[in-house]
Structure formats: structure tokens, C-alpha cells
């Protein structure tokens, strides 16, 4: 996993730079990760590789944090942007860890995914394109959302947040 102050080489993106203990920082303006798929694979495990950057998804009950409770933050598993904190993940009964909102909405990008014969959202990292897992409009709370991430996808970082 890459520093998430590292810049890049590709266009600019603002990100929410956030401590690991939860704390937001500052806006920050820092270059997209760009790597080629050899480099992606070197660096990565490669259940890590094929759902961030092969864009495949884990079986559900499967992964090491659908069923974590912890007190945390959860980090690309690439680049270390900060993407989901615990105070926003919940039970949806899925299988994947599931999260009302992300840590930052600049940290996160969607775009449509028709893969499947089906339309979904699909949820990405802002700064390197890692691909996360889904957003579903069936989440609890106001907003109404429910970001279904991979586990492969995240590192996450226990904190002491309340």
C-alpha cells in the first residue's frame, strides 16, 4: 500500500486527507496514481489484484471484514486513501462489508457498470481507480445507501473512534 500523500503521474484529483485516527485533516490536491497492470500485480496479493484492478468480486461471507466490528478505518488497498470509517458501516446481512457513506465523498468516484446483464454503480477509488465493490440505493439512514465493498479492496486500520 502506497503512501496517500504520494502523487502520482496522472491528472489531479482533490482528496480529503485523513488521519488514521479518523481525524479529517485537509483538501489536498495530488496526481492519480497511474501504474501499469505488472506493477499493480507485483505489489499486490492476488485476491488484491484481481478484485482492485480486475474489477472481480469476492464470494460473500468470505472476505476478512465483513463481519469486523472494530473501531476503525478502512484504507485502499492500494494507494492508502482513506475511504470508509466504522461509525459508518452496518449490518446489511450480504456478506461484504457495507457502509452508509464514505469517509469523504471526494475520496470515492462511481460509474455506471453493465457487466452482468445487469446495471449497477460501481464504486472506485479516487486516486489510483481501485475498484471497491458497489453502491445500492437499499442502505439505512437518511442518505439511503449502501456502499457494498470487497474486503480485498480495504486495509483496515483500528482506531480508538467512539
Request: hydrophobic share 30%; charged share 30%; with cysteine.
Amino acid at each position: 500500500m502506497l503512501d496517500p500523500r504520494e502523487d502520482g503521474t496522472g491528472p489531479e484529483v482533490e482528496l480529503v486527507d485523513v488521519s488514521d485516527d479518523g481525524r479529517r485533516r485537509e483538501t489536498v490536491r495530488l496526481k492519480k496514481i497511474v501504474r501499469s497492470e505488472a506493477d499493480w500485480v507485483t505489489d499486490l496479493a492476488p485476491t488484491e489484484f484481481c478484485v482492485t484492478r480486475q474489477r472481480a468480486t469476492e464470494h460473500a461471507f468470505t472476505g476478512e471484514y465483513w463481519n469486523n466490528h472494530e473501531q476503525g478505518l478502512y484504507r485502499c488497498a492500494c494507494c492508502g486513501t482513506a475511504l470508509f470509517e466504522s461509525t459508518e458501516k452496518f449490518e446489511s446481512g450480504s456478506g461484504w462489508p457495507s457502509f452508509m457513506a464514505p469517509v469523504a465523498e471526494q475520496n470515492v468516484e462511481t460509474r455506471t457498470d453493465l457487466s452482468h446483464a445487469m446495471e449497477r454503480v460501481e464504486v472506485l477509488c479516487k486516486k489510483c481507480d481501485a475498484h471497491l465493490g458497489h453502491v445500492f440505493p437499499d442502505g439505512p439512514g437518511p442518505g439511503g445507501l449502501r456502499y457494498c465493498i470487497n474486503s480485498a479492496a480495504v486495509k483496515f486500520v483500528k482506531t480508538g473512534l467512539q
